[in-house]
């Protein structure tokens, strides 16, 4: 799957656009995916980040959609009550730890990528 500018990510289908951004960062060896409202999506690959993922930004609505489709009512709940919360993830037939916060006003995300995913 492209991730052209033809389309906003994490708005039509966030498990998707999601799905293929952990593909790319686990070919890249990274170890974390940031998807931050207000950056380009990124992973850290050692101790150094990459190059963005994508042309634009994440904007907090696309960051906010993420979030509707990944948390379950009980875990949207926690997130507004305590600001940040960590969920499993899973993609496939992976699992995935993630944190998942607010940070200026919006919702943002770490996906932590296992060592025999990459």
Known sequence: MSLENTR???I?????????LVSRAQDSQASRLLLLAGKHPVCRIGDQLSPPLTE???HF?????LARAVLS????EELDKT?????????????????????NGSHNFIVFLPENAR
């Open 73 to 76: 009512p009980a875990q949207e």
């Open 83 to 103: 600001g940040s919360i960590e969920i499993e993830l899973v993609l496939g037939e992976t699992h995935y730890e993630c944190s998942v916060f607010f940070g």
């Open 12 to 20: 039509d289908d966030p498990l998707a656009d999601l799905a293929s």
């Open 61 to 65: 609505s696309q960051t906010e959609s």
């Open 56 to 58: 634009d930004k994440l």
């Open 8 to 10: 906003l990510l994490f």
